[in-house]
Every structure is written in structure tokens, then in C-alpha cells.
T-cell receptor, first 113, second 113 residues
Framework: KAGVTQTPRYLIKTRGQQVTLSCSPISGHRSVSWYQQTPGQGLQFLFEYFSETQRNKGNFPGRFSGRQFSNSRSEMNVSTLELGDSALYLC????????????FGPGTRLTVL | DAKTTQPNSMESNEEEPVHLPCNHSTISGTDYIHWYRQLPSQGPEYVIHGLTSNVNNRMASLAIAEDRKSSTLILHRATLRDAAVYYCILRIHYGGSQGNLIFGKGTKLSVKP
């Protein structure tokens, strides 16, 4: 069974640009959550999608957005990039909302110059 | 969300048991105790979770204090591959707005050959 896949794995952007990251959950998983990991703040929850609807959102500015498609694949978008957005962005999937176990992908390493 | 307290780092020798402590004095009745670990350059990986009773699986054991204000993750025989950051997380277990994982700083476990 394939795990959670994230594309691209690495990305370099400049300030002011926007970026879209993609996440394909494990087959049959309907819930997708996104996290940001930085050395200073650690792992922080961004948002959760289930059945194409955002169900929960962390404390991030509106520049961070996402969506989920009917096949459960999810994308997150960051507009007007800032230097502080440089981070590892992790996607996790689970069968249902609040599932016992979340399966994480390898992440996308975003560098903003 | 309830908070957890863990030591910043711990060391272990290979093939010896490891006890990773976690304090969660503000735990509520609906909070489950989850453990995840993150190996270098990888996304977090589910280890184990429990509510009141001690739990065992192929990876580890979880010992929960009677008052549930603390718990201990037990790796029975540490291997070099177990070197990782271990996160103790409290999580409400139903499909509500608090189902997401709130990561703390975790404990960095080093394993010496």
C-alpha cells in the first residue's frame, strides 16, 4: 500500500511569490491535515480537510489556504511569501476525522529567499 | 488544548530498555495520550496511544499512571534506528474541532552503540 506522497519535495521561491504544495493521501483515507515545521516553532497545525471541506484551522494568517478534491487529494497554497515561511510542510492522512493514527508524508521543504 | 511536558533529551545504550516520561497534569477525561516519533529527515510516525490502561504493540509499550497525570513510553530494546524525537500528545478522540495533533518540543533520544 503506497504511503502519503507529497510533491514537490523541495522548492525555492522568492519573497512575494506564491506557492502550491500537493498531497496525495493513502488510498481510502478521507481526512488530510497539514502541518508546518520550523526549528523555532516546531510542528504546528495548519488545517484539516475532510470530504472537501475545511474542518479545522490553526493559528496562521489568511495567506495560508488549502483545498481538498473529491479523490481526497489536497493542496495548500501560500501567497505573498515571506522569509519566515521557509519550513518543512507536512501532510498527514487518516481514514476518518479524529482517526487513531495519522500517517505522515515526507514533507515539502520550502525555502524562501 | 492540554499541554505535555517532556525532557529535552535522553540517552540510551543499544539493546537496553528506554523509559521516556511525559507529564500531563491538566489532562481531561476525554484526552487520549498519543506518542509519535520523528526520525531524522522524515515525517512523524505513529507509535502508540492509550486512554487509561497500559497498552502494548509491536513498537512499544505505554504505561499510564492511575491518575492519568503522567505516562511513560517504553522501548524494550533500543536500537540505533530508534534514535529520534519522541512526541507525547494529548488528543480528544472524536471528530470534533480538537481532533488535530498539538505537538510540543518532544524528547530527542540518542542511542549509543
Amino acid at each position: 500500500k503506497a504511503g502519503v506522497t507529497q510533491t514537490p519535495r523541495y522548492l525555492i521561491k522568492t519573497r512575494g511569490q506564491q506557492v502550491t504544495l500537493s498531497c496525495s493521501p493513502i488510498s481510502g483515507h478521507r481526512s488530510v491535515s497539514w502541518y508546518q515545521q520550523t526549528p523555532g516553532q516546531g510542528l504546528q497545525f495548519l488545517f484539516e480537510y475532510f470530504s472537501e471541506t475545511q474542518r479545522n484551522k490553526g493559528n496562521f494568517p489568511g495567506r495560508f489556504s488549502g483545498r481538498q478534491f473529491s479523490n481526497s487529494r489536497s493542496e495548500m497554497n501560500v501567497s505573498t511569501l515571506e522569509l519566515g515561511d521557509s519550513a518543512l510542510y507536512l501532510c498527514a492522512s487518516s481514514k476518518q476525522r479524529g482517526g487513531d493514527e495519522q500517517f505522515f508524508g515526507p514533507g515539502t521543504r520550502l525555502t524562501v529567499l | 488544548d492540554a499541554k505535555t511536558t517532556q525532557p529535552n533529551s535522553m540517552e540510551s545504550n543499544e539493546e537496553e530498555p528506554v523509559h521516556l516520561p511525559c507529564n500531563h497534569s491538566t489532562i481531561s477525561g476525554t484526552d487520549y495520550i498519543h506518542w509519535y516519533r520523528q526520525l531524522p529527515s522524515q515525517g512523524p510516525e505513529y507509535v502508540i496511544h492509550g486512554l487509561t490502561s497500559n497498552v502494548n504493540n509491536r513498537m512499544a509499550s505505554l504505561a499510564i499512571a492511575e491518575d492519568r497525570k503522567s505516562s511513560t513510553l517504553i522501548l524494550h530494546r533500543a536500537t540505533l534506528r530508534d534514535a529520534a524525537v519522541y512526541y507525547c500528545i494529548l488528543r480528544i478522540h472524536y471528530g470534533g474541532s480538537q481532533g488535530n495533533l498539538i505537538f510540543g518540543k518532544g524528547t530527542k533520544l540518542s542511542v549509543k552503540p
